[in-house]
């Protein structure tokens, strides 16, 4: 069972640092990378600025200077971005706004369009006709014609194993794919997410499917305002009918070759042929909250995206508050100005969704399928929960806190 809730009043991700601080070690920042040359490797000459003028340019842009640490010099992603969630300042970017196919991670945008429209105790028996259409050699979780599943166990399947079929059933309870593809379109237009464009719901490979960094990570932010989409990325692994599963995402897991990394709290990974890997992640310390973006590395290393990301927070920490930033994630179209105090909205958030931007309750609810573990309850026994309170992003977009403590009783 879940353990009772403590909550303390902080701006954002509460991270276990002193439990987890073995398990990482921050990389020696040598020199910034090069932009890739190669025919295939190069970014279009005439990027979007939205952000800022410098996101629209080629390679990578940085404001270094005395007292900033350079970047490392290992990286081989296509594209990334590393940013400040609470202020919306973008430290460093490397083609931010490079189209290019974006795997799962598309299903940021899929979560947040489609979450605040079911309830999650709501049930569905599965048709036949809810997982057509799948790509071959897709990612399931293991969705069961005949077999009825809440709307909770669907967002399990699809923020923990990826699923293709979750996301499929869930499209079918929205009336459909294409019904959903508009949707998400629509939605990534009102986050001024302009490089998008949605052919799949579930991110499999399809033909023009494209998003950019930049966007990636403003679905990552827009999410990260609703509490069941923070509970869903954070959760570490939950009982899936009769089995369990268990987070894909390595940063929040683990791995043989990657530890947890400390402060991790979500957010969604990628892997398909045209898109290679692909990856957000969001990260606290020190009171700093970092959204890093990266996609496609060219080092075919196991778990590379997951180091360079990791590589790249380690980076944006020692830099947040030393380094200019070089552009800005914009708000929703139809973000409204707020003059909300921390911790003055327990309890309520803003969503922006198709509908337009509203205050709703927080959504109640189990926390986990059967006693999940959400980020960092590997360690000490330790179990982070996100939701609640209220910060200002931008000084006119309201974020809720991140994450909670909980520890077993």
């Known amino acids: 069972m879940p ?17 987890l601080s073995l398990s990482v070690a921050s990389p020696v920042a040598l020199a910034a990378p090069k932009p890739s040359t190669g025919p295939v490797a190069t970014p279009p000459v005439g990027m979007s600025r939205v952000g800022g ?17 350079v970047l490392p010099k290992d990286l081989t992603a296509r594209s990334w971005i590393v940013s ?51 790509g071959a050699g897709s990612s399931v979780v293991g969705i069961k014609e005949s077999h ?22 869930l499209a079918a309870m929205n009336g459909g794919v294409d019904r959903t593809v508009g949707d998400m379109q629509a939605h990534a237009r009102e986050l001024q997410a302009l490089d998008t464009h949605v052919v799949s ?17 403003l679905f990552a932010r827009s999410g990260l305002q609703k509490k069941d989409f923070r509970e869903y990325c954070s959760t570490v692994s939950a009982k899936f009918e009769s089995g369990e599963i268990r987070n894909t995402n390595r940063l929040l897991s683990g791995d043989t070759d990657v530890p947890v990394y400390q402060g991790i ?55 947040a508050g030393k380094v200019q930033p070089v552009g800005e994630l914009v708000p929703p179209l139809n973000a409204e100005p707020s003059t909300a105090q921390p911790g003055a909205t327990a309890g309520t958030e ?17 926390s986990g399928s059967t006693g999940a573990g959400t980020a960092l309850a590997i360690a000490g026994g330790l179990l982070a929960l ?24």
């Open 84 to 134: 400040d969630a609470e202020s919306g300042q973008i430290l460093a970017a490397h083609n931010a706004h490079w189209p290019l196919p974006p795997a799962s991670t598309l299903k940021m945008l899929f979560a947040d369009t489609l979450l605040p429209r079911f309830p999650k105790t709501m049930e569905h028996k599965v048709v036949p006709s809810d997982l057509a259409g799948m």
């Open 386 to 409: 996100l939701g609640g309170g209220v910060f200002l992003v931008n000084r006119r977009w309201p974020l809720p806190e991140l994450m909670r403590r909980r520890t077993r009783p």
């Open 53 to 69: 003028a410098r996101l629209g340019q080629p390679g990578t842009q940085v404001n270094l200077a005395a007292g900033v640490p």
């Open 350 to 366: 803003r969503r922006s969704d198709a509908a337009g931007t509203r205050p709703v309750a927080s959504a109640g609810g189990r």
């Open 3 to 19: 353990a009772p809730k403590k909550t303390f009043r902080r701006p954002l991700l509460v991270a276990s640092a002193t439990l």
């Open 148 to 169: 009825t599943y809440s709307v909770h166990d669907l967002w399990l399947g699809v923020f923990l194993r990826s699923g293709n079929d979750a996301v499929h059933v």
């Open 265 to 319: 709290a979500g957010v969604k990974n990628g892997n398909t042929t045209n898109a290679g890997s692909t990856f957000t992640g969001v990260a606290e310390r020190g009171g700093k909250v970092l959204l890093v973006t990266v996609m496609n590395p060219a080092k075919h290393e196991h778990n590379e995206v997951y180091k360079e990301t990791a590589k790249l927070l380690d980076w944006g920490f020692r830099a």
């Open 201 to 217: 719901p579930d991110g499999y490979d399809a033909p023009k499917q494209v998003s950019s960094a930049y966007d990636l990570t």
